[in-house]
Every structure is written in structure tokens, then in C-alpha cells.
């Protein structure tokens, strides 16, 4: 594009410009230069839209002429011991303090710890496939790269669409949250620390400043440095461990082995998978940290340990403290919105709500942390793509980081947080990470067993079947869950599932192996990743699916006038560069 020259790094014309703001720095490509080439443009959507849905991405491009995109690189900082502390604090927020309550004493009872179990293993199986793709491509982007590379543009602005709108209502949440916890600490009622303006309508109607206040303090330790950022997230995440293992010990004083022993499942089974679907979402939040593989200093050792290790973690203080509220008082006592707090009142320590507050706001504050740099650094992918606007990829000369994108995120965080009720924010958080994990985990079986001019259409053909017959019974198996009480339809779809998934291993020969860490029992484990996460959204109700399906029609709008366009004028600004410095044709590969 004569509008968007390059320069010896292969990066186009955002440099100079990033810090104006004109213009440029939002639809700096040849289809918006003028009204007359934007109608043009428009009449040549079918074709563009064909090629984004049948184009795939390559590692090549995604990790040197996307990645060139940005002002300048991120600063190589983090290690495994970073990366677990990331892992730690990104996932274990105020979730465990909440929604243990709720699944042990309408759902499953004392057995509520191999719910936990359960939905623990079933989110490490999301981050197994993580894994593999982080090392692979330690990119910003996190799975909007995965998805870019193996399912194409199409597909990966969907997924990418709705986890950002996710992480600011989650963020959001976090933040109101915070404000709440904090007051119970100062022993005052959840909303003294707001401001009511009763002429609001009453959703909206308690502004909350400190949600804002605490929302910039951590943007701007995040703009400032990830190493510094990394350094409290790591206090800030220890601390919670010292208050948690406090929890336990104190508790366990407390223990009747008889309150976990009798009615252990009092709704049986179908109570612990139900359990296990709603304690799914406290172990979401790893993603983000996918997103820092630009910032690891050695991905092939650092990355597995760090995210694999930080699951780990995870799921045994899970576990350890569901098993301690089990053992506080009866399951029908236990209190389904502050559980640990009312059991230490129930047993005469009231006192220990405070250690609670504690544990709970640094919980929530590096969950907010990791939230607010997953969402700077996925942006900031996005705009190096065009499919938001590039001003978006700059990386600050100076502390390395994405400070635009960052700045952006935090203030929608901020402004969803200062009106929005925690009623309102609980009822908008979505499907879009379970279908984003998903994804990731079909994305997965691709990249093994499909690469572009090797794989033969025979094979290719193959592939589709199987993943279609693993997904379709996955989902059939979801619906099920979701209608009936019943088991007979399982008797048809796991059995499909299973020997779609071995016949998958048996006819197939995998097309790529990694090169540094690759996830074990390939297909089974990503297979078994795409059956869990569709059957955990069985459970969700239809409003958020009904939500769902609004958001990513107004993606489709965006998509077609806009962003389409624009990706599709930098996607060929890549090839032209690319084939200048060699003739071969680095993003066309068809799937």
C-alpha cells in the first residue's frame, strides 16, 4: 500500500505515526483511503469474505512480519516462577470463597471435593493444549494466533471478539467486587463505599469510584513494567497462599469428620456433575497468561512449568478447602453466597471473616492484574492484524509493554465498573471462554493432522469427518444433559465420540509433531477437551447464549464494513513484502 510503506523490518507505515492519532493510526489501508475505494471494497466483500474464511495464517507470519507490526518488541523477562505465580493469580480470584457454596449445598454436598477434582482435571486438559501452542507460537495474540494459524482469520475474530467482551465484563465484576470485600474489611455494609445517585435508573444507580481508582493503580503498574507487574503479582499471590493455608489450618480445628462422611452425595452423581460444571468457571482466567509468550525468556521449558504448575497448585488448595468446609458443618448449613465466612461464624471464630476479606482482595486484585495485561497484550494482536485499529499494536520504547491497547481496556473496564451492578455483570458473563477453549482444542487435532501441501485431500476429508462426529456428539451430549434427567442418550454419544476419536488415531497419521512440547495421548486429551468443555455448556442457561449470539452478530457487522477489509488489505500487504524477500507464499495455506 503506497499509504503504508514499509520499512527495513517489514513493519508498515505505523511507526511515525502511532502517537497522532489521526486518521492512520485507525484505517490506514488502501480500502479506506477514500469513499470511492471503500465502495469498491464493499462490492468485492463475497471474495474477500471467501479468502478470510479459507485463508490460514502461518507461524512464520505470526511470529516475525505480524509480530514486526508493533512499535517495538517486548522485553524477554518472565520465567517459569513468574509464569506460576501468573497462573496462580490469574485463576484463583474470589471464585472458591463464592461458588463453593453454591455446588456443595444444592448440588453435591460433601462430595462437592471431587467436584472440584473433576472440573480441575477438565480445565488442565484446556491447559495442556495451551501449552503446546505457547510454546509453538509464544506470541501476544495467545489463541487469536492459534485460531488465526489453524482455522483462519474468520474464525479466530469470533473467538477473539467474544473473550475481550468477557474480560472486560469480568473485569468489571472483579473490580465492583473488590470494592465490596474491601468494605467488609472495614467492617462497613458491601455498598457504604459507593455513591448512590437515585435519579439513575437502578441497575446503575450506585457508582462505584474505587472500582475505577483501584482499575487505573494496576494499569498503570502494568503499562510501567511486566517485570514489576510480575514481581507483585508474585507477592500479592503468596500472601493468598499464607492466607489460605491459614483458612485450612484454623478450620481443620474446627473439623467433624461425621458432617463429611454422612450424606457424602446426597444427589448422587448427576449432583457432582452438576457441581463440577459450575466450579468449571473458578478455574478460568490461564488464558491470559498464553498471551506473555512474547515475555518468556525460554517457552519450551518455562511455559509448561509455569502454566502446568500453577494448575496444579490450583486444584489442590481447591480441593483442600472445599474439603475443610465440608468438614466445618452440615452441607444444608452452609451458606451459598459467603460459605467460609458463615461456617468460621457458625463455629464462634466471626473474627476470621476478616481473614477471609483478606484473602479474598488479594485473590481479586491479581486476578485484575493478570486480566487487565491478557487484555492489553490480546488487543494489541488484534491491531497488528488490522482487525482493530493499529494504533492498538504499539509497544512502548521504553518499558516494552502494549501501552495503548492496555490504556483502551482499562478504560472500558472502568466504565462498565462505575455503573454497572454485580447482579447485572454475574448475568452478562457469557459462553465465550468454554468456546474459546473449545476451539483451542480442535484448533489442536488440526495442527497435528492437517498441514497445508503435505496432508492429501483423501486425509484432509477424513479429518473433517472425524471432527465433525466428535464435535456433533460432544453437543449432543450437552443438549442432553441439558433436557432430560435421564442416561440412555449417552449410550449413543459417547460411544460415537469414542470411536470417532479412535478412529481418528487409527486411520490418520499425524502431519506434524512438536518441536519442543507436545500434549500426550494426541488425539484422546484434546478430544476429550472439546467433549468436556461443550458438556459444561449444557448447563448454562439460554440467556446467556441468547447474549451470546447478539454479541457476535454485532462482530458480524463490525466484521463485514469494517474489519474485513482492513485485515485483508494488511493480510496481502504481508504476501507483497513476503515475496519480495522470497518467492514463496507464506499465508496461503487453504483448509
Not at 334 to 347: E, I, L, Q, Y
Request: charged content about 15%; proline content about 4%.
Amino acid at each position: 500500500m503506497g499509504t503504508t510503506g514499509t520499512n527495513e523490518n517489514g513493519s508498515n507505515g505505523l511507526r511515525k505515526r502511532i502517537w497522532r492519532f489521526t486518521k492512520d493510526n485507525f484505517l490506514p489501508e488502501e480500502s479506506f483511503r477514500s469513499w470511492g475505494n471503500y465502495v469498491n471494497a464493499l462490492s468485492h466483500t463475497g471474495q474477500r469474505l471467501k479468502d478470510r474464511l479459507l485463508t490460514r495464517s502461518m507461524d512464520e507470519v505470526e511470529l516475525h512480519q505480524v509480530r514486526a507490526r508493533s512499535q517495538h518488541k517486548m522485553k524477554k523477562t518472565l520465567s517459569w516462577w513468574d509464569i506460576i505465580w501468573f497462573g496462580v493469580g490469574s485463576v484463583m480470584g474470589s471464585g472458591i470463597f463464592v461458588l463453593t457454596g453454591e455446588a456443595m449445598r444444592n448440588h453435591a454436598g460433601p462430595a462437592v471435593v471431587i467436584s472440584y477434582v473433576i472440573s480441575g482435571v477438565s480445565a488442565l486438559l484446556s491447559v495442556l493444549c495451551y501449552t503446546e501452542f505457547t510454546v509453538e507460537l509464544p506470541v501476544s495474540g495467545g489463541s487469536f494466533a492459534y485460531l488465526r494459524v489453524e482455522l483462519g482469520d474468520f474464525i479466530a475474530y469470533i473467538a477473539a471478539g467474544n473473550i475481550l467482551f468477557e474480560y472486560v465484563v469480568g473485569g468489571a465484576s472483579v473490580a465492583r467486587s473488590w470494592t465490596s470485600y474491601f468494605a467488609t474489611l472495614c467492617n462497613h455494609d458491601p455498598d457504604s463505599f459507593r455513591i448512590h445517585v437515585p435519579s439513575f435508573p437502578e441497575e446503575c444507580s450506585y457508582l462505584d469510584p474505587i472500582a475505577v481508582g483501584i482499575s487505573i493503580l494496576i494499569c498503570i503498574g502494568a503499562s510501567a513494567s511486566i517485570k514489576g507487574s510480575s514481581r507483585f503479582n508474585s507477592i500479592t499471590s503468596i500472601s493468598q497462599i499464607f492466607v489460605l493455608i491459614f483458612i485450612l489450618i484454623t478450620g481443620l480445628t474446627k473439623a467433624n469428620p461425621k458432617y463429611f462422611v454422612e450424606h457424602f452425595a446426597p444427589h448422587g452423581i448427576r449432583g457432582m456433575l452438576k457441581a463440577s460444571s459450575i466450579l468449571f468457571f473458578a478455574y478460568v482466567g490461564f488464558d491470559g497468561v498464553a498471551t506473555l509468550g512474547e515475555e518468556i525468556k525460554n517457552p519450551g521449558r518455562d511455559i509448561p512449568i509455569g502454566l502446568i504448575g500453577s494448575m496444579t497448585i490450583i486444584i489442590g488448595f481447591y480441593t483442600a478447602l472445599s474439603t475443610t468446609l465440608a468438614l466445618m458443618q452440615p452441607y444444608t448449613h452452609v451458606d451459598t453466597n459467603a460459605p467460609f465466612t458463615m461456617a468460621f461464624k457458625a463455629v464462634g471464630m466471626d473474627w476470621a471473616k476478616y481473614v477471609v476479606a483478606t484473602g479474598a482482595l488479594e485473590g481479586m486484585t491479581a486476578v485484575l492484574l493478570a486480566s487487565i495485561i491478557g487484555q492489553g497484550r490480546y488487543f494489541t494482536h488484534i491491531g497488528r492484524t488490522h482487525m482493530a485499529p493499529p494504533f492498538l499494536a504499539a509497544i512502548n520504547k521504553k518499558t516494552g509493554t502494549p501501552m495503548n491497547a492496555t490504556i483502551i481496556m482499562t478504560l472500558l473496564n472502568s466504565i462498565v465498573a462505575l455503573f454497572t451492578s454485580l447482579d447485572v455483570l454475574a448475568s452478562l458473563l457469557s459462553i465465550a471462554t468454554l468456546f474459546l477453549f473449545s476451539l483451542v482444542a480442535l484448533a489442536l487435532i488440526v495442527r497435528r493432522y492437517h498441514v497445508t501441501g503435505e496432508t492429501t485431500d483423501s486425509d484432509r476429508n477424513k479429518l473433517i469427518a472425524f471432527l465433525a462426529l466428535i464435535v456433533g456428539s460432544s453437543m449432543g451430549s450437552a443438549a442432553y444433559w441439558a433436557v432430560s434427567s435421564g442416561w440412555f442418550a449417552y449410550s449413543i454419544t459417547v460411544p460415537v465420540w469414542f470411536l470417532s476419536t479412535l478412529g481418528l488415531q487409527l486411520t490418520l497419521k499425524e502431519a506434524r509433531k512438536p518441536k519442543l512440547w507436545g500434549v500426550p495421548l494426541n488425539p484422546w486429551l484434546p478430544s476429550a477437551c472439546i467433549a468436556i468443555n461443550l458438556f459444561v455448556m449444557g448447563s448454562i442457561d439460554r440467556a446467556s447464549f441468547e447474549r451470546f449470539g447478539i454479541w457476535t452478530l454485532l462482530l458480524l457487522v463490525y466484521y463485514i464494513f469494517i474489519a474485513l477489509h482492513a485485515s485483508y488489505d494488511a493480510a496481502k500487504e504481508i504476501e507483497r513484502e513476503t515475496n519480495k524477500s522470497a518467492p514463496v507464499t507464506l499465508e496461503a495455506g487453504k483448509s
